[in-house]
């Protein structure tokens, strides 16, 4: 374990960042956080043994704020963000992706948005368009309808940002099983055990499409999209839920596509039950319905 840090007493804020080879991404997140108008706030760096200089780009960043880096030898996000939790002091825990940006009032904004809400244990926020494409500004934009949707059926969130209160992780962490919508499975075991979930509109981040952008848009939004509507049908699907290699950053860089990614609609209901049909196209149709009325 490698581990850096000049610590600040009491942050608010506790900002876990799993990576894997993100030498590229990393630097211009822990920029942006450097750069933030409200300094109550401690960044915990968690990386699964990358094989370049993502820790060492990360250790520059220990001279102007408080932060650590852990190296870890298991390659997972969700158990890379429970040790990222494990290691936290601060009043509210913000795990992030090593790709998002920050605009410099995003972590004041953000906490006096979480006073104004004092009933809320885990949160999310919408994402940011001003910086996206045409194309990428409609997906974004009909994501962030998404979220706000769903908050009100079956709450789900990215695992591009998810805070959440410090002392509810000693009885909660991410499914270490599942290399896909572990973040929705956080949340949703979140809502199930009584906390409060908040989809905030603002403060707002950006989120990097890379990934559209690599697998094509619309290939990609059909798959979360399919993957959504398992979530949304309850429990007992979640086995058709799809794994994917870990590659982290040089997966944009090596890998042209990720063949076999999800069951096909016809395996699904080929092993399921009449009534557990009807449940899913339920689910659906209501979740539609609430974009309608959105």
């Given at each position: 374990m490698i581990k850096t840090d000049r610590q600040t007493p009491a942050p608010f804020f506790s900002i876990v960042i799993p990576t894997l080879n993100e030498e590229k991404f990393l630097p211009r997140l822990l920029g942006d956080i450097s750069k933030q108008t409200m300094k109550e706030f401690e960044v915990i760096h968690v990386d699964g043994c990358s094989t370049d200089a993502t820790c060492a780009k990360a250790a520059e960043f220990t001279k102007i704020m408080s932060q650590k880096s852990i190296t870890v030898e298991k390659r997972n996000v969700g158990h890379q963000r429970n040790i990222g939790g494990r290691h936290a002091r601060g009043e509210w825990v913000l795990f992030m992706d090593a790709d998002n940006r920050l605009k410099r009032s995003f972590l004041s904004q953000l906490k006096l948005k979480l006073e104004s809400k004092p009933q809320t244990d885990v949160f999310t926020c919408l994402m940011d368009t001003s910086k996206a494409s045409a194309t990428m500004k409609n997906l974004i934009?009909?994501?962030?309808?998404?979220?706000?949707?769903t908050s009100k059926i079956r709450p789900l969130a990215a695992g591009a940002l998810i805070g959440i209160r410090r002392s509810h992780l000693s009885d909660l962490e991410f499914n270490c099983e599942v290399k896909m919508s572990e973040d929705h499975q956080f949340v949703e075991a979140a809502v199930k055990k009584g906390l409060t979930f908040t989809v905030f509109s603002q403060p707002r981040y950006f989120f990097s499409m890379r990934r559209f952008e690599k697998e094509?848009?619309?290939?990609?939004?059909i798959s979360y999209a399919r993957g959504g509507a398992i979530l949304l049908a309850g429990p007992k699907f979640k086995r058709f839920l799809p794994d994917y290699v870990m590659a982290g950053g040089t997966m944009y860089e090596e890998v042209n596509s990720i063949r076999g990614l999800l069951p096909s609609m016809r395996d699904i209901i080929s092993v399921t039950t009449k009534s557990q049909q009807q449940r899913m196209q339920m689910s659906l149709a209501r979740f539609l319905q609430l974009i309608n009325d959105i």
């Amino acid at each position: 374990m490698i581990k850096t840090d000049r610590q600040t007493p009491a942050p608010f804020f506790s900002i876990v960042i799993p990576t894997l080879n993100e030498e590229k991404f990393l630097p211009r997140l822990l920029g942006d956080i450097s750069k933030q108008t409200m300094k109550e706030f401690e960044v915990i760096h968690v990386d699964g043994c990358s094989t370049d200089a993502t820790c060492a780009k990360a250790a520059e960043f220990t001279k102007i704020m408080s932060q650590k880096s852990i190296t870890v030898e298991k390659r997972n996000v969700g158990h890379q963000r429970n040790i990222g939790g494990r290691h936290a002091r601060g009043e509210w825990v913000l795990f992030m992706d090593a790709d998002n940006r920050l605009k410099r009032s995003f972590l004041s904004q953000l906490k006096l948005k979480l006073e104004s809400k004092p009933q809320t244990d885990v949160f999310t926020c919408l994402m940011d368009t001003s910086k996206a494409s045409a194309t990428m500004k409609n997906l974004i934009q009909l994501c962030n309808v998404i979220l706000m949707a769903t908050s009100k059926i079956r709450p789900l969130a990215a695992g591009a940002l998810i805070g959440i209160r410090r002392s509810h992780l000693s009885d909660l962490e991410f499914n270490c099983e599942v290399k896909m919508s572990e973040d929705h499975q956080f949340v949703e075991a979140a809502v199930k055990k009584g906390l409060t979930f908040t989809v905030f509109s603002q403060p707002r981040y950006f989120f990097s499409m890379r990934r559209f952008e690599k697998e094509g848009s619309l290939k990609l939004f059909i798959s979360y999209a399919r993957g959504g509507a398992i979530l949304l049908a309850g429990p007992k699907f979640k086995r058709f839920l799809p794994d994917y290699v870990m590659a982290g950053g040089t997966m944009y860089e090596e890998v042209n596509s990720i063949r076999g990614l999800l069951p096909s609609m016809r395996d699904i209901i080929s092993v399921t039950t009449k009534s557990q049909q009807q449940r899913m196209q339920m689910s659906l149709a209501r979740f539609l319905q609430l974009i309608n009325d959105i």
